[in-house]
Each structure stands twice: as structure tokens, then as C-alpha cells.
């Protein structure tokens, strides 16, 4: 699958495309409508299927100082696109230049110049241009004078209510990470490089893989039962602690997990860790007996919750 720069001219193979268009981050259900309905007109039509999504998101742009609230990285979206069978996924670089141009303009350059576009496919609430200037019926008017189909999915409800980011988002930061599995088709996942540490949990028994959190969405701190998907395809169980280590000091936001029955080197190895289950919340110890007494208890936990996985 292609990654292709949203500011240039799409190749001539994947000219005449069928694109969708939105921020698509975490990829969930609603999103996956969207873009398995551009995918499914593409294949109908005998044409490449392409999606457009913004990075960094536009709230980063409008908003620098917001809290991260990301719930997947460039390189996640690529790989969900490229299984949802999108044949190139268009980077639109959000910054002060894609900030000003009017709805009109977007339409003009970036779709129709710049991707060359045949069909386009948004959720019915997309918004673009400056200062939120265009919406789904414009697009379809201005679409139809350039020469393309625009049309748009309805939003997808589970359990009565609408699927969205935020509605995931909460899910996470209220400690239930499988009613966020239910809304992305999949665990929410944290992607990063292995990192050195202080080595504290190799003194005691629990050496720990070391991930940095980035810009990803902090989920409630607390331990949890994931699963950590190595660079060669292995798929690891064990017990993670996601949060400051309020027995340390000094405090250090990592995400830590443990792999049962695990032994090798993984620094500086990337690795993705999905949670599966929220055990309990973060807990300061008074010494390194009752911490170790209570790693063994979530450890059990743990397995006891990865049992069907």
C-alpha cells in the first residue's frame, strides 16, 4: 500500500480514484463504513480506492496545548486502510496553509487538481475549508461542476447510540477498555520503541517492556491485562502497568508491560501492546513486598482474563 503527499499530484495509476475523506482516527466502525463504501465503489468501477486522512489532526492545529487524545498513528491507520483493502492512503498535512484554504479552494486543489478524483465518500457531518466553510452539500455541488461523485454514509449506532471518537475516548479514560474493543473492531493499541528503564521490575522478577505513551490518548492509569505484538508477528500475553509508578519516585508516565513466559532483548524493538482488560487502578505500596504480593495476584488476573485469546 502507497503513502502518497496530499499537497502533490497523485501518480498516474492511482489517478481517477474513488477517495475517502476524513481524520478516520482509531478507525472505527463508523469509519470503516465510510471507507468500505468508497472501497466497494472503487472495485464496482474498476478503480483505485485511496483514502484521505489529516495529520496532525486539526484539533492539534487549533488546539496546541490539548491533552493528547490520539487513538492511532499514521503507521496504525496505514496498516487498518491497507486491510480494509485501500490501495494508498493521502496524507493532508494539517497546517496553517491547508487551515486557510476556503472550502472552495479545497475542492479545486486538493481533490480535484492534486488527487484528480473520480468519487469522493465522507460521513454525513464532514466539515472542511476555512473556518468550517463547506459541508457534505457543498461538496456534492461544487463535486458535480469538477467533473466528480460525492456522497456521503449515515452514522453507524451501537447499542442505541452513536459510534464516534469520543465516545471511545471516554470509554478509555473511564477504565473500560473492552467497551472501546466493541467501537474500533479491535483493542486499543499503543505502538512505540522499547525503551531502557530504571530495571526496578528485573530485580524483581517482573522485567518490563518500556513504551513511551507520545501523543497517544492517556486510558485510565491503572494495570491491565494486554497483549504485545512483536516486529516478527509474535503475539505475547501478560500484565501491563500504565501510569506514573506512584511507588517510585520520581513519578514517570510509562506503559509497562509484563509477558508471561517470555525471555529475550527487546530494546529498541518496536512493539504494539493492545489492552484488553482493566484490572484495577494504580496503588502506592509501602515497600517491595506487598507491590510484589499484589503483581502476582494481577499477574493470575491477568492470565484468567487473556484465557480466550
Known amino acids: 500500500m502507497e503513502r502518497l503527499d496530499g499537497g502533490?499530484?497523485?501518480?498516474?495509476?492511482?489517478?481517477?480514484?474513488?477517495?475517502?475523506?476524513?481524520?478516520?482516527?482509531?478507525?472505527?466502525?463508523?469509519?470503516?463504513?465510510?471507507?468500505?463504501r468508497a472501497v466497494a465503489r472503487a472495485r464496482a468501477e474498476g478503480r483505485p480506492a485511496l483514502v484521505a486522512t489529516f495529520d496532525p489532526h486539526p484539533v492539534r492545529h487549533f488546539r496546541p496545548d490539548a491533552p493528547p487524545f490520539?487513538?492511532?498513528?499514521?503507521?496504525?491507520?496505514?496498516?487498518?486502510?491497507?486491510?480494509?483493502?485501500?490501495?494508498?492512503?493521502?496524507?493532508?498535512?494539517?497546517?496553517?496553509?491547508?487551515a486557510r484554504l476556503s472550502a472552495e479552494t479545497f475542492i479545486a486543489e486538493r481533490l480535484h487538481a492534486n488527487l484528480r478524483v473520480a468519487g469522493v465518500v465522507t460521513g454525513e457531518d464532514f466539515t472542511f475549508g476555512r473556518a468550517k466553510g463547506g459541508d457534505v452539500r457543498l461538496l456534492a455541488a461544487r463535486g458535480a461542476a469538477h467533473g466528480f461523485v460525492a456522497e456521503t454514509v449515515g452514522a453507524v449506532t451501537l447499542d442505541g447510540e452513536t459510534v464516534s471518537s469520543t465516545r471511545i475516548r471516554d470509554a478509555l479514560r473511564g477504565g473500560e477498555p473492552q467497551v472501546a474493543a466493541r467501537l474500533l473492531t479491535r483493542p486499543f493499541a499503543i505502538e512505540g520503541v522499547v525503551q531502557h528503564g530504571?530495571?526496578?521490575?528485573?530485580?524483581?522478577?517482573?522485567?518490563?517492556?518500556?513504551?513511551?505513551?507520545?501523543?497517544?490518548?492517556?486510558?485510565?492509569?491503572?494495570?491491565?491485562?494486554?497483549?504485545?505484538?512483536?516486529?516478527?508477528?509474535?503475539?505475547?500475553?501478560?500484565?501491563?502497568?500504565?501510569?506514573?509508578?506512584?511507588?517510585f519516585d520520581p513519578p514517570k508516565e510509562l506503559l509497562e508491560p509484563y509477558f508471561f513466559d517470555f525471555s529475550g532483548d527487546l530494546y529498541g524493538q518496536p512493539i504494539e501492546v493492545a489492552l484488553i482488560d482493566y484490572l484495577r487502578p494504580e496503588v502506592r505500596f509501602d515497600g517491595l513486598e506487598p507491590l510484589m504480593a499484589q503483581m502476582a495476584a494481577d499477574c493470575e488476573r491477568a492470565r484468567a482474563a487473556l484465557a480466550a485469546w
Request: hydrophobic residues 45%; proline residues 5%.
Open 198 to 247: 530504571d530495571k526496578v521490575g528485573r530485580t524483581i522478577g517482573y522485567p518490563t517492556a518500556n513504551v513511551d505513551m507520545g501523543k497517544y490518548l492517556r486510558p485510565a492509569y491503572g494495570i491491565y491485562a494486554v497483549l504485545g505484538r512483536l516486529a516478527d508477528g509474535r503475539v505475547l500475553k501478560g500484565a501491563a502497568n500504565l501510569g506514573i509508578r506512584p511507588t
Open 70 to 98: 490520539r487513538l492511532t498513528t499514521l503507521d496504525q491507520r496505514q496498516r487498518l486502510f491497507a486491510a480494509a483493502g485501500v490501495d494508498a492512503m493521502v496524507v493532508l498535512h494539517f497546517d496553517g496553509a491547508l
Open 8 to 36: 502533490s499530484v497523485v501518480p498516474p495509476h492511482l489517478a481517477g480514484g474513488i477517495v475517502a475523506v476524513g481524520n478516520f482516527d482509531g478507525f472505527h466502525l463508523g469509519h470503516q463504513a465510510v471507507v468500505g
